[in-house]
């Protein structure tokens, strides 16, 4: 064997063997294995070779893998060791892709049972890698046998396998539970630590198992650092889920913890005890103590774990988290950037009002030290802060406009202007110094997508400012320094300025004049377009083609124009025909807040955009068979559920909402493993003057798999009131009993059965499409003349605020809030709520609600619609 | 705040990588099949995390959704990913665990010729210490021993008394048989 070694050495000058390897020279040299006498000093480099493409990310088709695979059997003749164990270590690997790989159980089993200590483990782990269900009963007494047996590694990878296999047939493993009971006793640390996580894996669905494996365990004193952390964890989520529990004696299991030896052990604990939702200022202290002091350790790791525990905390018992300021401070100039970063957001978390600037000096030595990804990370803080005290604007505003000033990237940059734009949109005082900040910034900035972002901004927020006319100055600059794209958006908004503020319009047509003769088309064309509009002083036109723009969703934009052309019809393109665009809901938003700070992430594909979802159901609602012609998806609201989440179906409702019909999507799932469904049909009981129309039954439901049922109703043609009801609905189909291992059916006979499903409201909100108005008074104001009318006062009597009312309000009719009227500003007793909308059909709505304070929520609700029904509708539903 | 408790589970590691001083794979086992599914995607991302790790000698670093701790000798990167919420010095004693199980297979040489040198070696041992996730051994000497190292190929002094044993039985073995 080590002349072997020396061989290979000397023939491949080290390592250049795995050089520009190539699949198929490897394929054809791992035809020796079929030789009668196998060589083990030329298989098993040509194994290695093998393995290293594979884990290098080279696929195989299945039959090259399967001839492979067929080929590396005949090396179990020979006795290598080596060799032996780099077989095992190929099956592993191939058996997710090759054929009939059970073909080598009978050789791999011999190996399990056999006497040599050095190939039972591997053997067993290789084994369980290619059983299926049924070949696991006939290796069931092996199993057993090697969960229990003397050899430590042996019971190890017993252990471990029974839990991979756990997903495979949780019943039959579920009958190892003795021996997994018996091997927690065990003196080796890692047998512990497996078998306890095993016993809990098979318990942890029944509570009262588990709550007695605990206090069995925590009395025992486990020895293996791994096992202690494992019941750390089990301990804490028994104790979160369970709030009547008697504790005591956990608590103090955990409380134990933090003196172990095992720093593992020890900030496990920490970790658990300061996560855990009960816990009080008592229990935290040591926890916090703990953490406080690894925050000043030598390890890097140590203080990292520290000090992301203390960041997370910082957002539950900020007091707490006070008492390590300190320590935090210092670690503001480790040497690793992740703790210096999650120093400083823990900081700024937990820092008091008169705190923020001091801190703000710290930082700012900091940050010119730092790579961009951290800095974006320490931005996100500062918005963060400043949403927190916005009378502290001006110096974090000073702050920021600085970090602007610094080099630094495209994204980092963009997280400086978008938290400038976010301490605009909340807090008023602050607009007027951040839209100079952003100002200058455009005057120096690199980056076009970001200045075209600011323009843009400047547009819609400089008329609404005291002096508009100080900004004129600095767009018009950009039109005579930069590149086309940038000077295109410099026109666009300065004809915002155009039309909401009179005064400036001369000028604004003096200079919209001088664009026309720009060398570029999209400038000319747009000065063109701009400035004819505004000759026209006209307040519907400014409104409708300068203030808002296009409301539509721009793929299906895309995708009706294209069939437009293709279609030889001389009928006008009907823009109502068009989705409009879906507005982001906030879940979505928050969504995206959530990410632990300190997080780094590579800059991946831009996401695809939301109304992409949309267009996915309504690709696939269309593509059912013999479906009606309904036009195109006006909106799809949230997914609802039908039944809780634990039981032995699940079922989930998606609303489609066409200018006639309604589609609803009922999403299946079936949890129950002896169970094979067919013919999942949803039979819904509508409510007065809907018609169902089409039904798509769901042909089968395996186990643990989604089927998807359609039902298509038609909404009530005359009384649009009645179009706000309650479905009652019952889930039908035919049960087979079949085999939970294999989901192969007893008999073909079924047997009827039907599940009663929770009912489904039809709401308003469900007709309604959100749309966005920049400028809602002015479409209010034009909309008096041509729109119909309604108004209603009604009492609130449920609501004790006023921010509980506008957020009930806004659910409930699926308008959008406009001009920032969603938020209530603190202590006021009256507010007006402004909305916008479009009804199914393409109707426009608008409605004001006026609020009031008193006992309740008092509410004056005015509703204009293109259509006088609609109008209706909405008030007579209110209430 | 919801899910920051950890989830009682023996699948730790997401993830074992070890890349050479230019950013190339030398060995990489990924765990978890929701997590960079597509060679590209892994390829991507270890591009990423060279970037990032290869200049600071940091040790620690959350990338993409992962922890992942880290170590690194002459020309070679040794790292050990897991969960953002994992406990991140149960993947220090991985690593550790990983990086001595390689020195000790080539006698404290720990550099790039070695490793592919002894590879076949040396993805044994990483077979050893992690199974689909689940860690399986964190005891470098152990990891040795149950690896198919011959006798000869470990000096004296750094054989487990069980190993010693072990080669003595087995020569005795051999010596029986001829």
Same mark, same amino acid.
């Given at each position: 064997m080590s002349s072997f070694r020396r061989d290979k050495k000397e023939d491949?000058? %080290?390592? /250049?063997?795995?050089? =520009?390897?190539?699949k198929t020279t490897i394929l054809q040299e791992a035809?020796?294995?079929?030789?009668?006498t196998v060589n083990p000093r030329k298989c098993t480099p040509i194994l290695t070779k093998l393995l290293f493409l594979l884990y290098q990310g080279e696929l195989l088709t299945v039959k090259e893998a399967t001839d492979v695979f067929f080929a590396m059997t005949?090396?179990?003749? #020979?006795? *290598?060791v080596v060799l032996r164990r780099m077989v095992y270590l190929g099956i592993k690997e191939l058996s997710c892709i090759a *054929?009939?790989? +059970?073909?080598?159980t009978s050789s791999l089993t011999k190996d399990m049972t056999g006497k040599e200590d050095i190939y039972r483990p591997a053997a067993i782990r290789a084994l369980c890698s290619i059983t299926d269900a049924t070949m696991l009963q006939a290796i069931e007494r092996y199993m057993k046998q090697a969960i229990v047996d003397r050899n430590s590694a042996v019971s190890s990878a017993a252990l471990v396998s029974s839990l991979h296999l756990t997903k495979l047939a949780p019943d039959v493993i579920k009958r190892w539970v003795n021996e997994a009971q018996e091997a927690i006793? $065990?003196?080796n640390i890692m047998v512990q630590y497996h078998a306890l996580g095993l016993l809990y894996h098979i318990r942890k669905t029944d509570r009262l198992a588990v709550t007695k494996l605990v206090a069995k365990l925590t009395k025992m004193s486990l020895k293996s650092p791994y096992a202690v952390c494992m019941l750390i964890r089990i301990t804490a989520k028994l104790l979160d889920e369970e709030e =009547?529990?008697?504790d005591t004696a956990m608590i103090e299991f955990m409380e134990y913890c933090l003196r172990h030896k095992s720093e593992m052990v020890v900030y496990e604990a920490a970790h658990a005890i300061v996560n855990l939702?009960?816990?009080t200022s008592r229990e935290l202290a040591p926890a916090i103590s703990v953490l406080q002091l690894f925050c000043g350790s030598a390890k890097p790791t140590l203080r990292f774990a520290a000090v992301r525990t203390l960041n997370q905390v910082a957002i539950t018992h900020p007091s707490a988290v006070t008492a390590c300021n300190l320590d935090l401070e210092n670690l503001i100039?480790? =040497?690793?950037r992740s703790i210096a970063t999650l120093a400083i957001t823990t900081l700024l978390k937990t820092g008091a009002e008169s705190s923020v600037d001091r801190l703000m000096k710290q930082i700012a030595t900091f940050? $010119?030290? +730092?790579s961009d990804e951290f800095k974006v990370v320490v931005v996100q803080a500062i918005r963060a802060l400043a949403l927190k005290f916005p009378r502290k604007h001006s110096v974090l505003m000073n702050f920021l406009s600085a970090m602007l000033r610094e080099e630094g990237g495209l994204e980092y940059k963009a997280s400086i202007a978008d938290t400038i734009i976010t301490i605009i949109e909340d807090n008023p005082d602050a607009k007027e110094t951040g839209l100079a900040h952003l100002c200058e910034f455009i005057e120096d900035c690199e980056h076009f997508s970001l200045a075209v972002r600011i323009l843009h901004l400047l547009g819609k927020e400089g008329p609404?400012?005291?002096?508009? #006319?100080?900004?004129i100055r600095f767009i018009y600059n950009r039109v005579i320094l930069e590149c086309p794209s940038i000077r295109a958006a410099a026109v666009s908004s300065m004809a915002q300025f155009g039309a909401s503020c009179p005064d400036l319009l001369e000028n604004i047509q003096v200079l919209l004049a001088r664009c026309?003769? *720009?060398?570029d088309d999209e400038v000319r064309d747009r000065a063109t377009y701009y400035s004819n509009i505004l000759s026209k002083q006209d307040k519907s036109l400014y409104n409708n083609y300068?203030?808002?723009?296009?409301?539509?969703s721009i793929p299906s934009l895309e995708k009706s124009l294209r069939e437009y052309t293709q279609g030889s019809t001389n009928q006008p393109f009907d823009m109502k025909s068009v989705p409009l665009q879906a507005i982001p809901t906030s879940r979505e938003e928050e969504h995206h807040k959530h990410k632990p700070d300190g997080m780094l992430v590579s800059? %991946? @594909?831009?996401?695809?955009?939301?109304s992409n979802k949309q267009v996915n159901y309504a690709e696939k609602i269309s593509e059912?068979?013999? +479906? &009606?012609?309904?036009? #195109? &998806?006006?909106k799809t609201s949230e997914v609802v559920e039908l039944?809780? $989440?634990?039981?032995?179906y699940f079922v989930r409702c998606i609303k489609h909402c066409y200018a006639k019909h309604m589609v609803l999507q009922f999403d299946c799932l079936n949890t129950l493993s002896d169970q094979l469904l067919e013919k999942v049909k949803i039979q819904v009981d509508p409510s !007065? %003057?809907?018609?169902?129309?089409q039904e798509f039954p769901c042909p089968k439901l395996p186990y643990n798999e989604t089927g998807t049922a359609y039902v298509v109703v038609e909404f @009530? !043609?005359?009384?649009?009131?009645?179009?706000v009801g309650t479905f009652g609905a019952v889930m039908k189909f035919v049960v087979k009993d079949c085999d939970?291992?294999?989901?192969?059916?007893?008999?073909?006979e079924g047997y009827d059965d039907e599940y009663m499903l929770e009912d489904l409201e039809i709401t308003l909100g469900d007709q309604i499409q959100k749309v966005s108005k920049a400028n809602w008074q002015v479409s209010w104001e034009e909309a008096e003349k041509s729109f119909e009318e309604r108004e209603d006062t009604y009492s609130l $009597?449920?609501? /004790? #605020?006023l921010e509980e009312a506008v957020k009930n309000i806004v659910q409930y009719l699926g308008l959008q809030p406009c001009e920032r009227s969603d938020k209530v500003q603190e202590g006021k007793t009256t507010h007006t709520l402004l909305l916008a909308g479009v009804y199914r059909g393409g109707y426009e709505v608008l409605v004001r609600a006026k609020l009031a304070l008193s006992e309740g929520v008092t509410m004056q609700l005015t509703v204009r619609s293109a259509d006088a029904e609609v109008a209706e509708l909405i008030t007579a539903t209110v209430g | 705040m919801e899910g920051s408790l950890l989830e009682p589970t023996l699948y730790t590691v997401k993830g074992i990588l070890i890349l050479d001083n230019d950013g190339q794979r030398i060995l990489a086992r990924y765990?978890?099949?929701?997590?960079?599914?597509t060679p590209k995607e892994q390829k991507a991302f270890e591009k990423n995390l060279f970037n990032k790790t290869h200049r600071a000698n940091a040790e620690i670093i959350m990338l993409d959704g992962l922890t992942c701790v880290y170590r690194s000798n002459v020309d070679l990167f040794f790292y050990v990913m897991g969960s953002s919420q994992e406990n991140e010095l149960i993947l220090m004693s991985v690593l550790n665990c990983l990086y001595d199980t390689v020195s000790q297979i080539l006698r404290k040489n720990v550099e790039r010729r070695g490793v592919l040198d002894y590879l076949d070696i040396i993805m044994l041992a990483i077979d050893e210490i992690c199974d689909g996730g689940i860690i399986?051994?964190?005891d470098p000497s152990s990891v040795v021993s149950r690896v198919?190292?011959?006798?000869?190929?470990?000096?004296l002094s750094e054989q487990t008394v069980a190993q010693v044993f072990q080669s003595a039985k087995e020569q005795l073995k051999w010596s029986l048989l001829k």
């Open positions: 491949e000058d %080290g390592g /250049n063997m795995f050089v =520009s390897l190539e035809r020796k294995f079929n030789d009668t005949k090396l179990f003749q #020979s006795k *290598d *054929d009939d790989v +059970i073909i080598v006793n $065990s003196d =009547s529990l008697n939702k009960r816990t100039t480790d =040497s690793n940050v $010119s030290e +730092i609404k400012t005291k002096q508009p #006319s100080r900004y026309q003769m *720009d060398s300068v203030l808002d723009t296009l409301q539509v800059a %991946g @594909p831009i996401k695809a955009a939301v059912l068979p013999e +479906i &009606l012609d309904m036009g #195109s &998806l006006f039944t809780e $989440s634990e039981t032995e !007065e %003057g809907y018609r169902v129309v @009530p !043609e005359e009384d649009l009131v009645g179009t939970p291992t294999t989901g192969l059916p007893d008999t073909d $009597s449920t609501f /004790n #605020s | 765990y978890a099949k929701n997590i960079f599914p399986l051994d964190a198919a190292l011959r006798g000869e190929d470990i000096p």
